[in-house]
T-cell receptor, first 114, second 116 residues
Framework: QKEVEQNSGPLSVPEGAIASLNCTYS??????FFWYRQYSGKSPELIMS????GDKEDGRFTAQLNKASQYVSLLIRDSQPSDSATYLCAVKRGLTEGNTPLVFGKGTRLSVIA | GAGVSQSPRYKVTKRGQDVALRCDPISGHVSLYWYRQALGQGPEFLTYFNYEAQQDKSGLPNDRFSAERPEGSISTLTIQRTEQRDSAMYRCASSLAKGIPYNEQFFGPGTRLTVL
């Protein structure tokens, strides 16, 4: 089993709809979770971080974390064509509080159709 | 403020040559990470530093790869005797300080390495 798994997509949603991106992870002790957006040919851009069970909202984005199910999701409300990109789920390695590398999923490609 | 910078942005080299990739992190960031990203994949960890100390180099593919960060700021990833399989996007990221939430990592633009 890979450490971080995502459906590679593509996930196609109409403009204005809610896009739901999902991620599962294998290390039950993981504490920190991140969503990055990567446009084609560009570098990953951090859009959300979440550390506690439940929901965290930032504008049109909501991250959801369920540690018991080892599941992280990203909801994008009122999807826009400019949201079309690959979304990478990342999990901080290790149990320590100190800075450690991230383990990334392969990413889910989102296409928002106008 | 200025983000993470990497140079060169593109590097084409011949098999067997050595290359040095440079990363300049966000000012004040304690930790610096090197990743490699293949097309259609997420970044894959290579090595990382806290200040000038290399904390983990378990992701380096073999002993042709090395990295340093002598003054705790700029880092260089060196690949000796390059091979075609080394061709990839090499990405650098930095983060501010230890502990949640400061492990948020910010990426540079990457260096595209092509080995002919």
């Amino acid at each position: 089993q890979k450490e971080v798994e995502q459906n590679s997509g593509p996930l196609s949603v109409p403009e204005g709809a809610i896009a739901s991106l999902n991620c599962t992870y294998s290390d039950r002790g993981s504490q920190s979770f991140f969503w990055y957006r990567q446009y084609s040919g560009k570098s990953p851009e951090l859009i959300m971080s979440i550390y506690s069970n439940g929901d965290k909202e930032d504008g049109r984005f909501t991250a959801q974390l369920n540690k018991a199910s080892q599941y992280v999701s990203l909801l994008i409300r009122d999807s826009q064509p400019s949201d079309s990109a690959t979304y990478l789920c990342a999990v901080k390695r290790g149990l320590t509080e100190g800075n450690t590398p991230l383990v990334f999923g392969k990413g889910t490609r989102l296409s928002v159709i106008a | 403020g200025a983000g993470v910078s990497q140079s060169p942005r593109y590097k084409v080299t011949k098999r067997g040559q050595d290359v040095a990739l440079r990363c300049d992190p966000i000012s004040g960031h304690v930790s610096l990470y090197w990743y490699r990203q293949a097309l259609g994949q997420g970044p894959e960890f290579l090595t990382y530093f806290n200040y000038e100390a290399q904390q983990d180099k378990s992701g380096l593919p073999n002993d042709r790869f090395s990295a340093e960060r002598p003054e705790g700021s700029i880092s260089t990833l060196t690949i000796q005797r390059t091979e075609q399989r080394d061709s990839a996007m090499y990405r650098c990221a930095s983060s501010l300080a230890k502990g949640i939430p400061y492990n948020e990592q910010f990426f540079g633009p990457g260096t595209r390495l092509t080995v002919l």
